[in-house]
């Protein structure tokens, strides 16, 4: 479903992604793990059309979308849900839900999705006229991922989930998204915590330094004793 080939972003002089090739298959959930700096969030900024890389490929579904505009990108069916959630703080969630359908035009459907998200989020619609900004962490965790799932993705970007979140919640947000995955999405996860990512996963990769240096099914890279070592404390 994605295929990226030595993808290239440089911020001026600074290389911060090195030539990274990686696939993601329909219906799989896909982790990339790695340190802060090793270039996560860059690559998902990439994917998603906010950066534009040096050189590269970026193929969705068999078309280059390497430089097309983000909004025709969730068109095609990929949406993102960002690192710090980045919810409109100053409208409902409701407000916010129908922003993540901004480029659909099936009113029907919209509205169907609206049901759908509010049954995989019964607090969203507990709280569908509360402004978003005072809605807790975790609570602004479901809304970001909601109004993603409003664009109808196939493939769902996901930009550290659990961050700033509680245990509790980490667990709740997890199995959210294997029920999303379950339900036809697929999914590439960007995550620090790498025991819960590995274990969700089908396939991952180790990201360090802008390259690549692992790859193999979330089994096998949880269990390799480098990964231990520098991503599940030995």
């Known amino acids: 479903m994605l295929k990226v080939e030595n993808l290239v972003v440089r911020y001026g002089v600074i290389e911060a992604i090195k030539g990274i090739s ?11 793990i790695g340190a802060n700096g090793a270039g996560k969030a860059t690559t998902m900024h990439t994917l ?8 590269g490929k970026i193929i969705l579904d068999g078309t280059d979308i390497t430089h097309m505009p983000s909004h025709k990108i969730v068109a095609m069916g990929m949406a993102q849900v960002p690192e710090r959630r980045r919810v409109f703080a100053s409208q409902t969630v409701e407000e916010n839900l129908d922003l993540g359908a901004y480029t659909r035009k099936d009113k029907d459907g919209v509205a169907a999705d609206l049901k759908h998200v509010y049954a995989l989020f019964p607090r969203l619609e507990e709280r569908r006229n509360q402004l978003a900004g005072t809605l807790s962490g975790g609570e602004q965790q479901m809304l970001a ?22 245990p509790l919640l980490v667990k709740e947000i997890f199995h959210i998204i294997a029920d999303i995955h379950e339900q036809g999405t697929t999914v590439l996860l960007v995550e620090q915590n790498a025991r819960m ?14 390259k690549i240096t692992l790859s ?7 269990n390799g004793p480098r990964v231990k070592e520098a991503y599940l404390g030995g």
């Open 145 to 166: 991922m909601g109004r993603a799932l409003m664009a109808r993705p196939r493939i769902l970007l996901m930009d550290e989930p659990s961050m700033g979140l509680s």
């Open 197 to 210: 990512a590995l274990a969700a996963a089908d396939r991952a990769y180790v990201l360090e330094n802008g």
């Open 22 to 32: 990686f696939e993601v298959q329909d219906g799989e959930i896909v982790t990339l």
């Open 48 to 55: 998603s059309g906010l950066i534009r890389p040096v050189s």
């Open 216 to 222: 193999g099914t979330g089994e096998e890279l949880a």
